[in-house]
C-alpha cells in the first residue's frame, strides 16, 4: 500500500520526560518503521522555531516560552501557534493528522485539519486535575475550572474524525464529561522486549519502585509512609525516579521518618539508567490518583514485575487482582503497607506475579497500537466511518 503521510501534533515530545511525549515518540517512530513520511509539531525545545530530523522523524518545533510555574516546561501561546500551525500544515500538506492534544498547540492544528477537510484523530492523554498544581487557579474554583476544561476539551475534540484514549475508563471520561459519544480505547502500546530483565538476584535486598512526576496527584508521600511502616524484619529498599515540584518536600519527609539510608530519590535519569533501575526493581507501586493509562506501570511489568497500584482512574485495568499485583484504596497507608511487606518478604509470590505481569502487558504489544492507528488513517482516507466493537 501506498506511504502516508501522517502529521502528528504534540504539545510535549521529547526530550521532555512524562507519559504522553514518550507516546507521541512511540508513535511517530514505529509510523516511520512501516515506511511513512512522519512530521512531528511540537513546541521548540529552544524556544525558537526549529527544524531537525530525530529518529527519521521530522520535528517542526514552534515558537515557545518557558512556563513561568515550570521552567523546564516549553508552552507556545495561543496568538503564535494558531497562525504557525496553520502555514505548517499547508507546507507539509498531510494526509492524515493526529493530534494528542487540544490547549494551544493542538487547538491550532485542529482547527487548521478542520478547516481544511484533512482526515483528524484526536487522542486524550489531558486530565484538568493534573495541572491544578501548575497553574494558578484559587482552591475554591478549581471545581469550575475542570468542569469548563473537560467541556473546552469536547468542543475541540469534536471536531475530529475520530477520538481515542488509551484505556476504556479515560474514554469513559471523554464521554462523561467532555460530552464525546464516539470515543474509543486504544493502549499506548509498549515495546515489552525492551523491557524484559533477568530477575534480582536471589541475595540482593528487595527494591520498591516508583517512576513518574513528582507531583501531588501521585501521592509518592503515601508510598513514603507506607515504606516507613514497613515490620523492622523485613530488609528493602525504595527508589524513586522522577522529578518535580514535591521533591524536596518529599526528600524532607523521607528524611524524617528516619528513611535517608534506605530512600534513594534518583530524579531525572538516561533511558539506559531507567532500564537498570526496572531491572534492579523487586516490586512496582504506583500511588497515583490520576493516570489515564500509566507508561511507567506497564514498562515495569514488561521487566517482569509485580505491581501494586492505587484503585483508581485507569489503573485497574492493568491490575489482576491477586494475580499480578495488588490494588488498594487510595489514602490506605496502612493497606499499603500490608501489600508491599507480603510481597517484599515473599520471594516466590514476586516471581509468579512477575511472570502473571508479563502475560498481561502482552495485550498491549506495541506493534498492536500501530496496527490500530495504521488502520484509522487508511479508513479515515477512503472516508469509512470507524466503529469500534469491545473485545
Same mark, same amino acid.
Given at each position: 500500500m501506498k506511504p502516508l503521510r501522517i502529521l502528528i501534533a504534540a504539545e510535549t515530545y521529547p526530550p521532555a520526560v512524562n507519559g504522553a511525549a514518550r507516546f507521541a515518540e512511540r508513535l511517530a517512530i514505529g509510523m516511520v518503521g512501516r515506511g511513512h513520511e512522519v512530521h512531528v509539531v511540537a513546541p521548540s525545545v529552544t524556544g525558537a522555531p526549529s527544524r531537525h530530523l530525530q529518529d527519521g522523524?521530522?520535528?517542526?518545533?514552534?515558537?515557545?516560552?518557558?512556563?513561568?510555574?515550570?521552567?523546564d516546561f516549553q508552552v507556545c501561546m495561543p496568538w503564535e501557534?494558531? =497562525?504557525?500551525? !496553520? #502555514?505548517?500544515?499547508?507546507?507539509?500538506?498531510?494526509?492524515?493528522? &493526529?493530534?494528542?492534544?487540544?490547549?494551544?498547540?493542538?487547538?491550532?492544528?485542529?482547527?487548521?485539519?478542520?478547516?481544511?477537510?484533512? =482526515?483528524?484523530? !484526536? #487522542?486524550?492523554?489531558?486530565?484538568?486535575?493534573?495541572?491544578?498544581? &501548575?497553574?494558578?487557579i484559587p482552591k475554591p474554583l478549581q471545581r469550575l475550572f475542570y468542569r469548563m476544561a473537560w467541556r473546552d476539551l469536547g468542543r475541540v475534540f469534536g471536531k475530529a474524525d475520530a477520538v481515542t484514549a488509551p484505556t476504556p475508563r479515560a474514554v469513559e471520561l471523554l464521554t462523561g464529561k467532555?460530552?464525546?459519544?464516539?470515543?474509543?480505547?486504544?493502549?499506548?502500546?509498549?515495546?515489552?522486549?525492551?523491557?524484559r530483565a533477568a530477575a534480582p538476584a536471589a541475595d540482593a535486598v528487595p527494591t520498591v519502585l516508583f517512576v513518574g512526576r513528582m507531583d501531588q496527584e501521585k501521592r509518592v508521600d503515601e508510598l513514603i509512609r507506607a515504606f516507613a511502616a514497613l515490620p523492622a524484619g523485613i530488609a528493602a529498599d525504595l527508589e524513586i525516579v522522577g522529578d518535580g515540584a514535591k521533591r524536596a518536600d518529599w526528600t524532607a519527609l523521607a528524611d524524617s521518618l528516619g528513611l535517608a539510608a534506605r530512600v534513594r530519590f534518583r530524579g531525572?535519569?538516561?533511558?539506559?539508567?531507567?532500564?537498570?533501575?526496572?531491572?534492579?526493581?523487586?516490586?512496582?507501586?504506583?500511588?497515583?490518583?490520576?493516570?489515564?493509562q500509566s507508561l511507567a506501570s506497564l514498562e515495569a511489568m514488561a521487566a517482569g514485575t509485580p505491581l501494586i497500584a492505587a484503585d483508581a482512574m485507569a489503573l485497574p485495568h492493568l491490575v489482576r487482582q491477586g494475580r499480578n499485583g495488588w490494588l488498594y484504596k487510595p489514602g490506605d497507608v496502612a493497606e499499603l503497607t500490608t501489600r508491599l511487606a507480603a510481597l517484599l518478604s515473599d520471594a516466590d509470590l514476586r516471581r509468579r506475579m512477575g511472570a502473571a505481569s508479563l502475560e498481561v502487558v502482552a495485550e498491549h504489544a506495541i506493534g498492536a497500537t500501530l496496527d490500530t492507528f495504521e488502520g484509522i488513517y487508511r479508513k479515515l482516507l477512503q472516508r469509512e466511518r470507524i466503529l469500534y466493537r469491545a473485545a
Open positions: 522523524v521530522v520535528v517542526h518545533g514552534i515558537k515557545s516560552h518557558k512556563y513561568f510555574m515550570h521552567p501557534a494558531g =497562525p504557525a500551525t !496553520a #502555514t505548517l500544515l499547508e507546507e507539509i500538506d498531510p494526509d492524515v493528522v &493526529h493530534t494528542q492534544a487540544h490547549m494551544v498547540l493542538g487547538r491550532g492544528i485542529v482547527n487548521a485539519a478542520s478547516r481544511t477537510g484533512r =482526515p483528524l484523530v !484526536a #487522542t486524550n492523554h489531558f486530565m484538568p486535575e493534573n495541572i491544578a498544581a &501548575h497553574a494558578p467532555a460530552g464525546l459519544t464516539d470515543a474509543f480505547p486504544v493502549s499506548c502500546g509498549i515495546d515489552a522486549d525492551r523491557y531525572f535519569v538516561s533511558e539506559e539508567e531507567l532500564l537498570e533501575a526496572y531491572a534492579r526493581a523487586s516490586v512496582f507501586c504506583m500511588p497515583s490518583i490520576a493516570e489515564l
